[in-house]
């Protein structure tokens, strides 16, 4: 199985081995790999990523210009439409979790890292998991 294209960006089927082994390994580290996966949020906002942003009713994810001391890198407001399936993962997540936010940017790079040596795929970041969903939109 190849984990990547050519271009070096991680494949549908890779991916979802990252999902997998994400979620056997620990929930939180589940968390973090799908939402990137399919969300495309960026690693300062799955860090700073607090509940009230996730609407399920109607299947959105607003991410605030500012909150406390954070802001995105954009500096802007965002919404991210998200479906009726990724939203009831994420719910799903959220009511497992105690701790499914508020961890630094590192600790997101980090669980990346433990999950793509456990899925046995080379050097993923967490930007490489976005592209994909990047990739599986267009």
Known sequence: MTDKNQNGEL??????????TAQNLE??????????????MRTGE??????EWFNAESNVINVPK?????QPKTGKER???ISSDTADTIDW????????????EESIRSHVAVVSEKAGIDS????QIRSAYGNELI
Do not use: E
């Open 46 to 51: 799955i860090a700073h990523f607090h509940p």
């Open 79 to 81: 919404m991210i439409s």
């Open 66 to 70: 500012s909150q406390d001391d954070w």
């Open 93 to 104: 997540y959220l009511n497992t979790l105690d701790d499914a936010y508020g961890c630094s």
């Open 27 to 40: 929930n939180r580290y589940g968390f973090t790999v799908y939402m990137i996966g399919k969300t495309g």
């Open 124 to 127: 993923v970041s967490p930007h």
């Open 11 to 20: 494949t549908p089927k890779a991916y979802n081995k990252l999902v997998k």
